[in-house]
């Protein structure tokens, strides 16, 4: 008969190695936005910070998701999505976001907590957008405490912890590829693929809204510290269309964040700034594009402007 321990340990072992990997990949991806000639590139330490930060996110997402449907069969709330998506997102996502960031990155300063909406915000809820830096965006954010739904695409389910933990937590999960009848059919149906995407997308999102949970939006659409992308139109037609709020974030990611001795020595702190919403009837799709960028890049360096 095969022991219980002959089973779990091999599956330990792979899902170690498993999350090592995509932790490598992370810190590929994490070097790339620092390679910028404005930015200091990551030491061999930033690195290695890097690659437990991510080793640990998904290691306790991991144990998290086992947890959450542990606890679900026990209590037998198997069909109740609000249930689960509460422990999921409000506990798991959001302790292990604001675990690795006090581990790894430093303290978290929040300007403007004033300016937040209700945790419980009624319809249609309001839509965040902030700027994109770099990986540690994701983690801070949760220090807002505040409820949402992220858009990530349906790939996230392969990372090992992170992509079980957002199916749990209900996020709206999306494929821009279909399945293709032929190979000669790729080119011919790469448009009709994006547009099957977006209006998912769409469709979660707006049905999230009208069910009082907010969406958030990182609208440059990719990471850039060292650039000031111009804001994509997603977020805002999800806004114009159910006539939500906006509520724009800056996330002010020290040039050292990686680099610094923390946790062993003092770190700047990442800051956070919440400004006042914005009022989105009668403005078009183009106006609250540039109010909220504006807004949102008002308080970060440029590191654009030549020295």
Not at 64 to 93: P, S
Not at 138 to 166: C, D, H, N
Not at 227 to 246: H, Y
Request: aromatic content about 10%; glycine content about 6%; proline content about 6%.
């Amino acid at each position: 008969m095969i022991s219980f321990s002959a089973i779990i340990i091999p599956i330990m072992i792979l899902a170690g190695f498993l999350i090592a990997i995509a932790s490598l990949v992370a810190v590929y991806q994490e070097r790339k936005i620092w390679l910028n000639p404005k930015l200091p590139s990551l030491t061999q330490t930033g690195m290695m910070k890097v690659f437990l930060f991510n080793f640990v996110w998904m290691t306790v997402c991991l144990f998290g998701a086992l947890v959450v449907i542990i606890e679900a069969a026990i209590t037998k709330n198997w069909l109740d999505l609000q249930h689960t998506r509460k422990i999921a997102h409000e506990i798991v996502e959001r302790k292990c976001g604001m675990l690795v960031t006090a581990m790894f990155v430093g303290h978290v300063d929040i300007k403007g907590i004033e300016n937040l909406p209700s945790d419980s915000p009624g319809t249609p809820a309001p839509v965040y957008i902030a700027n994109h830096a770099s990986q540690i965006d994701v983690a801070v954010v949760y220090y807002l405490e505040r409820r949402w739904r992220w858009i990530a695409k349906s790939s996230t389910m392969f990372l090992p912890g992170v992509g079980q933990i957002m199916y749990l937590g209900d996020h709206v999960l999306i494929d821009r590829i279909s399945k293709k009848k032929s190979n000669g059919e790729n080119n011919q149906n790469k448009g009709t693929d994006s547009s099957i995407g977006a209006r998912n997308l769409y469709k979660k999102s707006d049905q999230s809204i009208q069910d009082g949970v907010p969406m958030f939006f990182f609208p440059q659409g990719t990471r850039r510290l060292g650039q000031r992308l111009p804001f994509k139109d997603g977020a805002f037609n999800v806004t114009k269309k159910n006539d939500s709020m906006l509520v724009p974030i800056s996330i002010d990611i020290p040039l050292q964040a990686w680099n610094s001795s923390y946790p062993f020595g003092n770190a700047d702190p990442i800051v956070l700034t919440v400004h006042k919403p914005i009022e989105t009837k009668n403005k078009d799709i183009a106006v609250l594009k540039k109010e909220s960028s504006e807004i949102i890049y008002s308080v970060l360096p440029d590191y654009t402007k030549e020295e």
